[in-house]
C-alpha cells in the first residue's frame, strides 16, 4: 500500500547521531602551565648543566612572547629546542630534574606544535611526583589530550580513565576516552567509558552532556551494535526528550528490531504523542506512511484518518497523492458503520470465553481515543488469556499514558518481554518525561 514516498528516515537518523568532530584544545593547558611553579628543591648537578642551554632558549622565548613575536619567530627561536631537551632528559638524576624537564619540554611544544614532546613531558612531570595533589586530575587530562593528538590510544585510555571516574569539569574528556577506546576497536568498551562518565555525572547531582549520548549512539549505530543503539537512544531522551531525540530514538528501535506492522503501529503511536512527528517533513514523511499503513483503514479507520489529516495538513503528506487519497476514502467510508458495530462488539468481548474479542475491542477502542474503556478491555483481555499478552500489555500502557495513569503506565511496560521489549522501554521513557513536574 506504500505510495509515493521516499524512505527518509535514516536521513534524520544521521542528523540526531550527528556529532562534531574530536579536537583538542591546549589554551587551558597552557594557561595551567604557566601557573604552575616548580617546586623548591635543588637539582642534581649533572641535570643543571645539561639543561642550561634550553633554560636559556626558554627564557628567550619568554622575553620574545612580551614583544609580541609572531608564532614562526617563536619557531626560529626553538628551533635547537627539540636537541636541548633530549640532552636534559638524558641527564635526569632526581625526580625534581624530571619534573624540570617535563616543564620545558610541554613549553617548547607548544610553539613548536610537537604533540609528542608535550605528551613525553607532561609524563615526566606526573611521573615525577611533584605535581600537587590538587593538580594531578588536570595534569591527566592533559596528557590524555596530548596523546590522543599523537594517536598514541592507549596511553590516552589510561590518562583518561581517572579522569572521567573523578567526573572532571571538561565534559571533552569522557568523548576523547571513548573515542580512544574505538580507534583500537574497542567500542564495547568505548560505550562502557560513557556509561561510567553519565553515571558520575547523575552521581554529583549534575546535568549529562547531550554529546555523550549522541557519541555512544554514533558508535553503537555504526557498529552495529543493536541493542546498545537502542539503550543509548533511550538514555538520550530521557535525558532530552526533543522531537528530533524521539525521532531518531524511534527509527533506532526500529531499526535493529524484527517489527510486524503491529509493532510498526504502536511505535507511530510513540511518535506522535511525543512529538516526533512534529519534525521537518523531510524527515517524518516515511514515518507517516509506515504509521497509516500499519494501522489500515479496513482495520482502524478512525485512527488512519486522523494521521493521514494531521500529515496533511503539517505539509508532510499531500492530498492529491493516491496514496493519501486512497488511504483517506476509505477511513471515511468506514468509520460510521466501525462505530456502530462497537456496542454489539463490546458485549461480545464481555462474554467471550478467553480475551480474543476483548482485545479487538481494546484496539478499537484506544483507535478511537477512548484510554479509559481501551484500559478496562486490555485488562480484561490479559485475564481471559488466549492471546498476544505481549501486545496487549504494550497497549495497555498506552491507554494508561493517555490516562496520565504513568506509575501504572511503567509497570505495564515493564513485563513485556520479547521483540516489544525494547519498545516497550522506549514507551516507558515517554511516560517518565511525562511524569516529571
Known sequence: MRGSFGLIGKTAMALVLATGALTVGTTAAVAKEKEQKA??????KEFVAAAAP??????ALEEAKKKGASAEEQKAILATAPAEIAAAEAAIKTEMDRFAAGQFAVNAGGPLNDMGMRQRGMKNMLDSGMVPAANVTDYQFYLGNFAYSNKDFPTAV??????VQANYKDETAAE?????YSQQGQNAQALDALKMAVEARKAAGAAVPEGWFKRANLIAYKNKM?????????????????PINWLGAGQLVREFGQFTNQESLDLGRLLLRSGGLQNDPKYVEREYVEYIEAADPRRLPGEVLKVADMGVKAGVLKANDAFVTDAMTQSKGRIAADKASLPALDRDARAGKDGKSALAMADAYLSYDEPAKAEEMYKMAI???GIDKDRALTRLGIAQVDLDKFADAKASFAQVTGVRAPLARLWAAFATTQGQP
Request: negative net charge; without cysteine.
Open 176 to 180: 576523547l576516552l571513548a573515542d580512544s
Open 226 to 242: 543493536g541493542p546498545q543503539a537502542i539503550e543509548w537512544s533511550t538514555l538520550m531522551v530521557e535525558s532530552n526528550p526533543t
Open 158 to 163: 589510561a590518562a583518561l580513565t581517572p579522569v
Open 383 to 385: 485475564e481471559k488469556g
Open 39 to 44: 617546586p623548591k628543591a635543588s637539582y642534581s
Open 54 to 59: 634550553i633554560q636559556k632558549t626558554v627564557n
